[in-house]
């Protein structure tokens, strides 16, 4: 298991990359990212997950659907990321 020592800053730009970040911190991530977004009044948000073999797309998906604040979310012109449309 590797722990982080200190906090990953990330951009808050409408884009989340999560190739950097382990499984289990993309649930909290995820969710903590759409929710700082709609602070700052980004309502369309792009996740990256890659293609890989499709577990963390579904994963994503899957967060996506329980989220209150989410309108619509799918394809984002290839299976490799997902284009979010967040409630304003």
Avoid at 10 to 34: N, S
Avoid at 62 to 75: A, D, E, R, Y
Wanted: hydrophobic share 35%.
């Amino acid at each position: 298991m590797i722990k982080r020592a200190e906090p990953v800053e990330i951009p808050i730009d409408g884009v989340l990359d999560l190739h950097t970040f382990q499984p289990r911190e993309v649930r909290e991530l995820v969710t903590d990212y759409l929710a700082l977004c709609r602070e700052k009044g980004i309502f369309e948000v792009r996740i990256i997950h890659g293609k890989g073999t499709g577990q963390l797309r579904r994963t994503v998906h899957s967060i996506l659907s329980k989220n209150p604040t989410v309108q619509s979310f799918g394809s984002a012109g290839d299976w490799g990321a997902t284009t979010v449309q967040l409630k304003r």
